[in-house]
């Protein structure tokens, strides 16, 4: 079974967060719209937030130094504003050879 994902843009004030891999399988979601509590301005602050959330993110988000972040498609560093951002994207680090 394909899930379709959601193209529309979000409400004013409402951010997109998408889930891959092993955060998907933890979390039970490959994405979800929500207005962010006042405070979260960088991804390490939204990384912390997740880790508080409860069942199950505070599983998914134990380790935020193991979780890759995309802000519009482009990675994003811990420091990095997510002000304006539409979407964050939440992945593993991707190895290969």
Do not use: C
């Amino acid at each position: 079974m394909t899930e379709k994902l959601n193209t529309e843009k979000p409400d004013a004030g409402e951010i997109v967060l998408r889930y891959f891999a092993w955060l998907r399988e933890r979390t039970g979601l490959s994405e979800e719209r929500l207005t962010l509590p006042p405070g979260i301005l960088t991804v390490g602050d939204l990384l912390l937030w997740q880790s508080q959330r409860g069942h199950p993110f505070d599983q998914a988000f134990a380790k935020p130094e193991a979780i890759r972040v995309a802000i519009d498609h482009a990675h994003a560093k811990p420091a990095a504003s997510i002000a304006s951002a539409r979407e964050i994207a939440f992945f593993p680090p991707v190895t290969g050879g």
